[in-house]
C-alpha cells in the first residue's frame, strides 16, 4: 500500500482525517515526521532542521484558516549534540514566533537516524477545508514556487548557505487567516503544486484549468534550472514549498489579495468535474512528492 492509499484508507475511517489538520472543537491539531534520508540533505543545519519541522505542522494550520497556538516537537537522533540539541530549539522556536505561536517543547529519544516528529495546534472559528471549491472560482497561490526544489539542487552543487536560507520558508499562517471567511477551499501546497490542485479538485468535485504563464516561479529556480523542462519540474511537480493553494470567488479575488500579506497570484479557474485539471489545455499529471521516496 502506497502512502496514497493508506491515507485515503485513514479518511475512509476517521471522521476528522481529510485536510490538513483534524478539526477538534474551535481548534485544528496537526502532526508531522520528518527523517535525515528524505528530508533534510547533506549540508542541512540543525537550525534549520527545526524551523523547517515545525514550519511544516504550521503550514497545516495555515492552510486550515486557522491563528498558530504552539507547536511541539520529539528530536529524535543517535546521540544527542548540545550545540546541534540547541539549534535545533532555537530555529523551532523562531519560527513559532514568526507566526505569533509558541514553541513549548516535545521529547527526545535515541533513534539510528535523525528523526523529527512534530505536532502543531491551532484556532479559528471557521476552518477553510478543501472541499468548497466550485466552478467558477478563482485558483490562486501564495508567494513563489520552487523553493524547496531549487534548494536541493544547491544542496548538491555544495551552496549550503543558499540552500539553507531557501529551506526556511515561513509559514502563511497570517494570510491563511486573512483568507478565511475568503476562500472556499484551501490547502498547502507540501506535496506540490500539480498534486494539491488535484486532491483540491477531488475534494470539492470539480476540474481546474491552470495557466503555466501564470505560476509564480521562485527566482531560485530560474538560477538553478537547466532548462525549461526542469523549470517546470522544481516549480509544479517538486513539492515541499509550503504555499497555500485555495480557490476564492471571482467577485472577491481582489480583495482577497489586499487582505494577504504575501502576493496572491490567481494561476487559474475552478471548472466542472468532467473538463479534468489541466495545464494550458493538455491534462496535468496528478504527480508530486510523495513522503518516503529519496526525493
Not at 543558499?162 to 494570510?175: E, S
Not at 500539480?194 to 503555466?212: E, K, N, T, Y
Request: a negative charge; charged letters at 25%.
Amino acid at each position: 500500500m502506497d502512502e496514497r492509499r493508506a491515507l485515503d484508507l485513514l479518511a475512509a475511517n476517521l471522521d476528522a482525517a481529510g485536510d490538513d489538520a483534524a478539526v477538534v472543537g474551535s481548534q485544528v491539531l496537526t502532526t508531522d515526521m520528518l527523517h535525515e534520508r528524505t528530508d533534510f540533505p547533506a549540508g542541512t543545519t540543525r537550525y534549520t532542521a527545526g524551523w523547517r519541522a515545525v514550519g511544516a505542522s504550521l503550514s497545516d494550520v495555515a492552510a486550515m484558516g486557522a491563528e498558530a497556538t504552539a507547536a511541539v516537537a520529539a528530536y529524535a537522533a543517535p546521540s544527542f549534540d548540545e550545540a546541534e540539541l540547541d539549534a535545533f530549539v532555537r530555529g523551532a522556536r523562531d519560527v513559532c514566533e514568526a507566526v505569533d505561536g509558541a514553541y513549548v517543547g516535545g521529547d527526545l529519544d535515541r533513534h539510528d537516524e535523525f528523526t523529527v516528529a512534530t505536532t502543531a495546534l491551532g484556532e479559528t472559528p471557521a476552518p477553510v477545508r478543501r472541499s468548497g471549491a466550485r466552478p467558477g472560482d478563482a485558483l490562486c497561490v501564495t508567494g513563489t514556487l520552487g523553493r524547496s526544489g531549487a534548494a536541493l539542487r544547491l544542496f548538491r552543487d555544495g551552496d549550503t548557505e543558499a540552500a539553507n536560507d531557501l529551506f526556511r520558508f515561513t509559514p502563511r499562517v497570517a494570510d491563511g487567516v486573512a483568507l478565511r471567511g475568503r476562500a472556499t477551499a484551501m490547502m498547502d501546497s507540501s506535496d506540490g503544486l500539480a498534486r494539491s490542485i488535484h486532491q483540491l479538485a477531488a475534494a470539492s468535485g470539480c476540474g481546474f484549468a491552470v495557466s503555466a504563464g501564470r505560476l509564480p516561479v521562485d527566482s531560485a529556480v530560474e538560477k538553478v534550472a537547466r532548462d525549461a523542462t526542469e523549470r517546470r519540474e522544481l516549480s509544479t511537480f517538486f513539492g515541499e514549498d509550503f504555499e497555500l493553494v485555495c480557490t476564492v470567488p471571482p467577485a472577491v479575488v481582489d480583495e482577497a489579495k489586499a487582505a494577504c500579506p504575501t502576493t496572491l497570484t490567481q494561476v487559474g479557474e475552478a471548472r466542472p468535474a468532467d473538463a479534468g485539471v489541466t495545464l494550458d489545455g493538455d491534462p496535468l499529471p496528478d504527480r508530486g512528492y510523495t513522503h518516503g521516496d529519496d526525493g
